[in-house]
């Protein structure tokens, strides 16, 4: 009955509608509807689908193993992180090296579509 839980909730926190999770995974919004209610259980390629789209672990959904939502087996850098390894870098484009101001442009160029992203993910 967890799992069925935490697929509800992962849905709701991102706003979406169980028909159009169903369209989005190529599933009848009744099987996710089963899903969801602890009537039946994914199997485990569907389970994995299922926590890369709603971008959380397999290990919080199946609320054995951890708490934690976000996705385990991979660590998503924080902006300081990014800023800090293009700062550091020593990058050549076109056989010249970045200066301090190309490496400004970079990290603002990764943040804007960081910031793009993040909107595309709320429509």
Request: glycine letters at 6%; a neutral charge; aromatic letters at 6%.
């Amino acid at each position: 009955m967890a799992l069925g839980k935490r697929l509800r909730q992962a849905r709701e926190e991102k706003g979406w509608t169980q028909t159009y999770v169903a369209k989005m995974l190529g599933l009848t919004s009744q099987a996710l509807s089963n899903y969801e209610r602890g009537e039946r259980d994914p199997d485990t390629p569907l389970l994995n689908r299922l926590a890369k789209f709603y971008e959380v672990s397999t290990d919080w959904l199946l609320n054995g193993k951890s708490n934690n939502k976000s996705i385990a087996d991979s660590h998503e850098p924080t902006h300081a992180e990014i800023e800090k390894v293009i700062r550091d870098a020593q990058i050549n484009f076109d056989g010249a090296p970045l200066t301090d101001e190309d490496k400004e442009d970079v990290i603002g160029f990764i943040k804007m579509a960081l910031r793009m992203k993040k909107r595309k993910q709320q429509e």
